[in-house]
């Protein structure tokens, strides 16, 4: 039996809370004992860490992820050095991905790219590639520097990889490729879970996701946190968060607020259920115009009401009650108090399907079929 070997370079750590990667990694994986994926995470930066305060470490190095009979690894590096020192820094995380996949004893592995400033890794292991693009991070707001990375990381991977794979309709439009949107485990999400413990009394108003400045409306948190206060309910928000220390702090401290930060995937179904009404306080701007938020589908599996701004996916899902950002707050109170039925929509789609799909793009660049 041949092996298939991937090299995942993920935007995220392999770890409790799951995103796209994770769901398609672990489909391949459980679906075909061919398969096998060396995830590369984020590196670890003990500098930065330093003069952010917080505990610095080195990375994990390569390691064997349990569950998967040896066939998942993940490897951590450590970004020893500043990005000013521009190539340098990023050709050393590149030759720790070499060395892991001999280590490995692989010879011809396929990279899935979902991380773009990863992008030296195909031209370090010489190997076929598939961009899968998950956000448009040149639309994203940062830094010159980082901005001017990211534009040439982007267009040199549009260039040269072997296929594109997008995850929304816009995003199709602007960078083409195959699009091939998010889902859900459907079953898991419909199983009744029971009531979280640490879940203030209702009204809930519930939002799951990372906390993160590029989707998350913090002004409109507070608001709509204030609005829930109004009536004794709470705003909750279930996922890590990675907000700048200035904003976290703002939103933990206003009233109505509980911030529960990440949990578990197999915890969160449980969260959802028992909202009264799941929320999408997110920024309507360019960027977030080119998601297809996990949520979504998440939101529609478990069937409670949804109330979101005007952004893409949610604008244009049936059951869902769109509503401007200056009265998201009151929309989500009426909708946190009138005791909505759970719907179960029909037309949700599971991991299963889209893992399936991902292979047969994976299993076709890695034999030289399909379009470049």
Not at 2 to 19: A, K, N, Y
Not at 300 to 320: C, I, K, Q
């Amino acid at each position: 039996m041949t092996s298939r070997t991937v090299v995942l370079c993920s935007l995220e750590p392999w770890d409790d809370v799951w995103r796209r990667n994770q769901y398609l990694a672990h489909g391949l994986l459980t679906s075909d004992p061919r398969w096998r994926v060396l995830v590369v995470e984020p590196p670890a930066d003990p500098l930065h860490a330093a003069l952010s305060g917080r505990a610095v470490r080195k990375g994990n190095g390569l390691r064997s992820v349990p569950g998967y009979d040896g066939r998942l690894h993940a490897l951590q590096s450590t970004k020893w050095l500043p990005r000013l020192l521009g190539d340098t820094v990023d050709r050393a995380l590149d030759r720790a991905v070499v060395q892991a996949v001999r280590h490995l004893g692989w010879s011809s592995p396929t990279v899935w790219i979902n991380d773009p400033r990863r992008a030296g890794v195909v031209s370090a292991l010489g190997a076929p590639a598939v961009y899968d693009i998950t956000d448009d991070w040149v639309l994203a707001d940062r830094g010159p520097r980082e901005s001017e990375r990211l534009r040439r990381t982007d267009a040199w991977l549009l260039e040269r990889a072997d296929r594109v794979v997008v995850c929304s309709p816009r995003l199709q439009a602007t960078k083409g490729g195959t699009l091939l949107t998010n889902a859900v485990e459907v079953d898991r999400y419909r199983t009744a879970a029971p009531r979280p413990g640490d879940l203030p009394p209702s009204p809930i108003a519930l939002y799951c996701g990372t906390l993160h400045e590029d989707r998350l409306d913090v002004d409109l948190c507070i608001t709509s946190a204030a609005a829930m206060a109004a009536i004794g309910g709470s705003l909750v928000l279930v996922g890590p968060d990675a907000l700048d220390p200035a904003a976290s702090g703002r939103l933990r401290a206003a009233t109505g607020v509980v911030v529960l930060g990440a949990r578990h995937r197999d915890e969160v179904p449980g969260y959802l259920q028992h909202a009264d009404v799941l929320v999408v306080p997110h920024r309507v701007d360019a960027f977030t115009e080119t998601l297809d938020p996990i949520k979504l589908y998440e939101y529609r599996a478990v069937g409670r009401p949804v109330v979101s701004t005007p952004v893409a996916g949610f604008r244009d899902a049936p059951g869902v009650e769109i509503a401007p950002v200056d009265r998201l707050a009151s929309v989500a109170v009426e909708a946190a108090t009138s005791s909505r039925a759970t719907t179960h929509h029909a037309d949700v789609p599971d991991w299963r399907d889209r893992a399936r799909e991902f292979g047969e793009i994976l299993a076709e660049v890695a034999d030289g079929r399909g379009p470049r």
